[in-house]
């Protein structure tokens, strides 16, 4: 059926042999649609703006090409301030679809990439099974290919990379930040995995079964498996700004594995910030939401420079 590229949330056939749609892209808000192009009643004619462009890429790796949703400003040449905006799971996928995040980092002048690493839904099995390089090493692994591919187009720029995630996406940022270093220049992770034998000993059945299939055994049974994919095991080694935003009814990321986190950060003498919430994992009240919005963009802003370093001027000529 000819639709527009970008992702249908629903749809639903009607009577007269036409086609009613929800469809959205990176950019536009979710609308409702008809395929024979009727107009459909009650649509607003407000708009909200839409501020970047988007693109698909693919970057080339071990186990098939790795698919970047990337949205850049529409009103500025590149390169840009990068985030990548790691998504949850690792069972999930991010799509062609409207994302307020998106937008705002985009009308703030960033650049975003959205990367459906491995492991990610949507590409078939072997893709959702595919760790060959380590619980969390693997999904590092793609960022970090998909940055330099980045970089190398011409939409980032070296200096002025970040990474922003939550919950799985959260573990991956702190993950990358810990095991890389030199690559990212802010970090925001939000209600995020931090230590992962921590995490076993305080989280709900249903997640130490997913974490026992995951890493091949308990913490009592493989510790080093679960010291290999624990951000608290390389935390001492990061050297960029990082905001850690953690809830103290959090029964999925519990909060005593983050403070096992923060400890690390303490006790290696690395710069950091912590926000806590009065909230569970998934829940937030709007003014959390806001909250959190706005205490990651301003904190993402300030690691992330607008425009290139500026060189020093010259000095005045002499007056004879």
Request: aromatic share 8%; hydrophobic share 35%; with cysteine.
């Amino acid at each position: 059926m000819p639709t527009p590229e970008g992702s249908i949330l629903a749809a639903s056939p009607t009577a007269g042999g036409d086609v009613h749609y929800i469809w959205t892209d990176a950019v536009t808000v979710p609308r409702a649609m008809s395929l024979s192009g009727a107009p459909l009643p009650g649509q607003s004619q407000w708009r909200v703006p839409r501020f970047g462009h988007r693109r698909d890429l693919w970057t080339p790796g071990p186990d098939g090409p790795v698919h970047t949703f990337v949205t850049t400003p529409a009103d500025r040449p590149g390169p840009y301030p990068l985030v990548f905006l790691v998504h949850g799971g690792p069972a999930d996928h991010d799509r062609d679809a409207y994302d307020p995040m998106v937008q705002t980092l985009v009308g703030s002048g960033l650049a975003v990439a959205r990367v459906n690493y491995r492991g990610s839904t949507g590409y078939g099995p072997r893709w959702r099974s595919a760790y060959s390089e380590g619980v969390g090493h693997t999904q590092v692994a793609d960022l970090v290919r998909v940055r330099a591919d980045l970089l190398e187009r011409g939409i980032g720029r070296p200096g002025a990379v970040g990474l922003c995630g939550t919950s799985w996406g959260g573990y991956l940022t702190l993950l990358a930040m810990g095991t890389r270093p030199g690559l990212w220049d802010v970090g925001v992770a939000v209600k995020p995995l931090a230590d992962c034998a921590t995490a076993f000993r305080y989280s709900t059945p249903a997640l130490q079964a997913l974490d026992t299939s995951l890493f091949g055994g308990t913490p009592d049974e493989v510790p080093g498996a679960y010291a290999h994919a624990s951000p608290s095991s390389y935390a001492a080694a990061i050297r960029s700004p990082l905001l850690v935003v953690a809830a103290r009814r959090d029964a999925k990321c519990p909060p005593e594995q983050i403070e096992a986190y923060l400890a690390v950060l303490r006790a290696g003498g690395v710069p950091h910030e912590v926000m806590w919430l009065d909230s569970g994992h998934d829940g937030y009240d709007g003014a959390d939401h806001l909250a959190v919005i706005r205490r990651s963009l301003a904190f993402l802003g300030g690691g992330l420079p607008s425009g290139p370093d500026q060189a020093e001027p010259p000095p005045p000529p002499e007056r004879r």
